[in-house]
């Protein structure tokens, strides 16, 4: 991408920021989102996103026996309800996880829940695992799969993050894992197990191992029954412990997962400014994400891939904003990775950004599981 033309984005995307970082961070990305979606529905606009957007160099990648057209996606929260395929595929995404799905369509905590803290490029959200059910959603992914949506050759890969819905007690959490997992089945490409996030009370006690074990073992059961079976991931926090850790890796090992997800937005404030930490500290709880997850994030997934020897895949997620963020984790072992609050705050040129980049270095990280 030409220099000037890159500056020219980035220019605009500020200004465009710094107007809508004036109003309600949720009420802005479904206005956002909701516009975006209305102007792509003109002919003529589509290829100049396209031009605009897409990956210059093609770079698809293989892991988990699935074919990515690019290493970059959007990670879950974004795209809940799995509303916006056909636009951020525009964007150049080569893979999205929608959800996290529940069996049940439920609202999520109370609002306000979504915060910024762009002193340090930071977000902070308590959303609750507010979605439409598994019902609506797998309807919208089955008109999404009848239809024709590869863009240069290659289709987005679309991720099921799943969880369970908040009146759903611990010892029964198994069942909704069960209902989300055999209802998107036939129309996702990969499953992500969610039990890490900070938002859903008594949620995180499920990464314990016992717990852990119940609901992993009986996807597996479940999904050897299928002609077509799908890999299954797990997403873990980044507050975890090293004991704890080292519990994922042998019940992974052990039950033979085909990926981990690291990591879910952390409960730890160290990291952030004394500004943020002020501000923080009025908004209260929930998840942090964003460049002050950086370096724990590596971290982990470094200790992922040195422990396993990188038989178990890692998606990297946390604190990726630029092309030498990505580099840093697919260096540490990552096999993919994953933005969120990074395309909040680098706009939409991020993926072509990090992908060309990542392209350019020529980073093949050998990945178990092709």
């Not at 959303?127 to 024709?148: H, P, S, Y």
């Not at 971290?299 to 178990?312: D, F, H, M, P, W």
């Not at 890692?314 to 395309?343: M, N, P, R, Y």
Request: charged fraction near 20%; hydrophobic fraction near 40%.
């Amino acid at each position: 991408m030409p220099v000037s033309y890159a500056y020219f984005c980035s220019t605009m995307y500020k200004l465009l920021r710094s107007f809508l970082f004036l109003f309600d961070p949720e009420r802005v990305h479904y206005f956002s989102m909701n516009t975006f979606r209305v102007v792509c529905r003109f002919p003529f606009v589509k290829p100049i996103i396209r031009y605009c957007f897409q990956p210059k160099i093609k770079d698809p990648y293989s892991v988990f026996n699935i074919e990515f057209p690019n290493k970059v996606g959007l990670g879950a929260g974004f795209d809940k309800n799995a509303k916006y395929l056909s636009e951020l595929q525009l964007l150049g995404f080569g893979y999205v996880e929608i959800g996290t799905v529940t069996p049940l369509p439920q609202d999520g905590n109370d609002k306000p829940r979504l915060f910024r803290l762009p002193a340090d490029k930071a977000l902070i959200n308590r959303m609750g695992f507010n979605n439409d059910g598994v019902a609506a959603i797998t309807e919208r992914l089955k008109q999404w799969k009848e239809q024709d949506k590869s863009v240069n050759g290659h289709r987005m890969i679309i991720g099921g993050n799943i969880g369970k819905n908040k009146i759903t007690p611990n010892e029964d959490a198994w069942t909704d894992y069960e209902k989300c997992f055999t209802a998107l089945h036939p129309y996702v490409d990969y499953f992500v197990v969610n039990v890490s996030s900070p938002n859903t009370p008594g949620l995180r006690a499920l990464q314990e191992k016992d717990s852990l074990r119940k609901i992993l073992t009986n996807l597996q059961s479940l999904n050897k029954d299928y002609d077509h079976p799908k890999p299954i991931l797990l997403k873990i926090a980044p507050d975890l412990s090293k004991e704890e850790i080292d519990d994922v890796i042998d019940l992974s090992l052990e039950i033979k997962l085909d990926g981990i997800v690291a990591t879910n937005t952390t409960i730890d404030r160290t990291k952030l400014g004394n500004s943020s930490k002020a501000i923080a500290g009025n908004i209260g709880a929930g998840g942090l994400s964003g460049l002050p997850v950086r370096g724990r994030s590596t971290e982990v997934v470094a200790y992922l891939a040195q422990k396993t020897n990188g038989r178990i895949p890692v998606i990297a997620s946390g604190g990726i904003f630029t092309g030498a963020d990505a580099a840093e984790k697919i260096k540490a072992g990552a096999s993919l990775v994953q933005v969120w609050t990074g395309f909040i705050y680098e706009g939409p040129s991020i993926v072509k950004n990090i992908s060309d980049y990542l392209a350019a270095l020529n980073l093949k990280k050998p990945a178990a599981g092709n």
